[in-house]
């Protein structure tokens, strides 16, 4: 017990986090509320086929949106919205911000890329 009593100072007084902000974002994106963001968006955000099926118009393709180039606030007005596939997943704003971080952060690359493009137009 007196171990503990002289670790005590120590322990209230450390100011790093036990994940950094990054990995915040990166654990939300991969399981937020039991379903994971990149089973429809993709590992990066890209976007990707949820499901193929057949009708009498032929194939067709349910895919989940790319997000890496919405902002913040365009996140948090989408995932605060209802979606007729998307579940709610009713995230606080600090959450949503740690996740489009993450984004960012993975996507640096391609960002940079697409707004070289989009100057040069």
């Known amino acids: ?29 991969s399981n937020p509320r039991g379903v994971s963001c990149a089973q429809c ?30 902002t913040l606030s365009q996140m948090i007005q989408s995932l605060n ?11 606080t704003d600090e959450e949503v911000k740690a996740i489009y971080d993450y984004l960012q952060k993975k996507n640096e690359t391609y960002l940079s890329e697409f707004q070289e493009t989009n100057r040069s137009k």
């Open 81 to 91: 919205s209802y979606h007729k596939i998307m579940p709610r997943y009713y995230l």
């Open 41 to 70: 968006h993709g590992q990066s955000g890209e976007g990707r086929v949820i499901v193929e099926y057949k009708d009498k118009e032929g194939k067709k393709a349910i895919r989940g949106t790319d997000i890496r180039k919405e």
């Open 1 to 29: 017990m007196k171990r503990l009593l002289l670790l005590l100072p120590l322990l209230l007084s450390a100011n790093e986090d036990f994940i950094s902000h990054y990995e915040y974002g990166e654990m939300l994106y």
